[in-house]
C-alpha cells in the first residue's frame, strides 16, 4: 500500500448555472496526506473545504486534475477507494428512526464487520463520546450537540485507514470537543489517517501534524502550525482597539493586521518596548499576547477565518 494516503494534483471543480457566470469552487488543488497524519484544512466559508472533502470522499465528481486514496484514483474507480473511506459530513445528521447505539453498530455492519466487532466498537465508541446515557434514545429526541456526537462516533468506530471529518465538533461543548480530539489522536496511533476541515483555529492546532490554508479554491500555504506562526515575522502580537487609522505609524514594527475596529501588529520581543511607548504617546490602550494560529491565517488570507 502507497504511503500517501491521499494525494490531488490540479484539482479543479467549476460549478455551472444556467444564466450565470461559472463558478470555480476549487482551482487547481495540489496537496499530499501521509498514512497516519492528521491534517487540517482551513478556511473561510466558500473557500473550498467542503468541495475538496466531497471529492476527496467520492460524493462529487471534479472538473478535471486528479485524485487518489492509497493509489486509487477516486474518479475513475471509486468503488476501489470508497472501502478505505468514513465520513463526517458537515452538518449530517444521524437517521432520526434510530438510537445512537442502532445507528453506529447498523453503519458498522453495513460496512461489513462482524456482529461481535460491531458491538464492541459501538459501545466504545458510544463511551468515548458520552454516549452511553442517551444510546438507546430516538435521535430525534437528541440535541444538536449529542446527535453530532453520535455521527463522529459513526465515523470513529469504522477505525477506518482514512478519515473525513468536515467541521466534526461544530455545535459541541468544550468537553465534547476534547473528546473528540483524544479519539482522533487514538485513531491515528492506531494506524488511521484523518483529514478535517474545522473553523476552530485552536482545534487545528492541537489536532493537526500539517495543514493547509484555502482560499479561493487555492492552496495558499501548508506546513505546521509552528511553521505558520514563524512566518508571522514575530513572537508577540500587540493589540490596539481604535489604532485602524494609525496603522503607517506603526508599520515598522512588523506585520500591521487592520480588522477594522482594532489594528495588531505583530512584533519581536526586542522591538516591544518602542512600540509600546508610542502606544503611551498616542494615549492608545494595548494588549500583549504570544502569537497565535490566528495572526497566521490573518496574515495570509488578510481576512478572519469566520469573515465572509
Known sequence: MTELALSSEDLRKVYFSKGAPPTEALAGVALEVRRGERVALLGRNGAGKTTFLKIASTLLRPTSGRIQVFGYDVDRTPEKARPYIAVVPQEGKPFFHLSPREQVYTYLRARGLTRETARARTEEALEKMGLLECANRLSVTLSGGQRQRAMVATVIATEAPLLFLDEPTIGMD??????????????????????????????AEALSDRLYIIERGRVLVSGTAEDLKRSVGGTVKVLLPGASSMIESFRSFGTCVDDGDALTVIVTPERLGELMDLAVRSKLLATVGPVTLEEAFLRVVGRSIDED
Do not use: Q
Not at 491515528?188 to 474545522?198: A, E, K, Q, V, Y
Open 174 to 203: 468544550p468537553f465534547a470537543r476534547r473528546a473528540v480530539w483524544e479519539s482522533l489522536r487514538t485513531l491515528t496511533r492506531r494506524g488511521s489517517t484523518i483529514l478535517l476541515t474545522t473553523h476552530y483555529l485552536d482545534e
